[in-house]
């Protein structure tokens, strides 16, 4: 799985807290994204980081933040939970920008009660 | 606003059948059209991509057909086996020479051949 590792692979969390999602690769990949996968929807990207502190909004990323303090990091944070950010959260890494291929992790299924 | 539209959302065939996908997009500035492959529990993964300087390619069993006039591409699979049973994905790129891979996805398709 291209070497990304994304933690937690499930969790459960209440309207209102704070969530941290991980991505970790070991791939020394430039590029990183978060997306979120929801039935009818397909992927939407949330952010996507081009370096080390360098980051930049996707479709839909209205009530997340991301930071990617190092190379092989990149975490996705929900600062107030809603219900509607129940969804499997996707990492993907790729080593060069326009037309290389995403590599993707294997997901974070969050559901938010 | 869906800049990709995909269809069918779900399709069932026969053991060696050809599923049809299609997708039509909107942006005729759009440069590159991959298609992911995801099995359950399992994040997409690159199957094919096509640019429209080309009407088809082929790897494999896996066939992208493209119309550029008409802002379609299709993809087929030859010879359909039971393990091709998955969601597929078409996807077209969020901005244009933006040096990032942003990709804007289809609402996907899920696909079962049966034995």
């Known amino acids: 799985d291209a070497g990304i590792t994304q933690s937690p692979r499930h969790k459960v969390t209440e309207t209102g807290t704070p969530v941290t999602l991980r991505c970790h690769q070991t791939e020394n990949h430039r590029y990183m994204y978060w997306y979120r996968q929801d039935p009818g929807h397909g992927l939407r990207l949330i952010h996507y980081?081009?370096?080390?502190?360098?980051?930049d909004k996707g479709e839909v990323s209205d009530g997340y933040s991301v930071s990617r303090s190092k190379t092989e990091d990149f975490l996705l944070t929900l600062e107030s939970a809603t219900s509607s950010q129940t969804s499997v959260y996707f990492c993907?890494?790729?080593?060069?920008?326009?037309?290389?291929?995403?590599?993707f992790g294997n997901g974070t299924r969050l559901t938010v009660t | 606003q869906q800049q990709v539209k995909q269809s069918p959302q779900s399709l069932i065939v026969q053991k060696g059948g050809i599923p049809i996908i299609n997708c039509a997009y909107e942006n005729t500035a759009f440069d590159y059209f991959p298609w992911y492959q995801q099995f359950p529990g399992k994040g997409p993964a690159l199957l094919i991509a096509i640019r429209p300087d080309v009407s088809e390619k082929k790897e494999g069993r896996f066939t992208i057909s493209f119309n550029k006039s008409a802002k379609q591409f299709s993809l087929h699979i030859m010879d359909s086996q039971p393990g091709d049973s998955a969601t597929y994905f078409c996807a077209a790129p969020l901005g244009v020479n933006t040096g990032f891979q942003k990709l804007v996805f289809g609402t996907g398709t899920r696909l079962l051949v049966s034995p």
């Open positions: 980081s081009y370096g080390v502190k360098d980051t």
């Open positions: 993907a890494i790729s080593w060069a920008g326009d037309n290389s291929p995403l590599h």
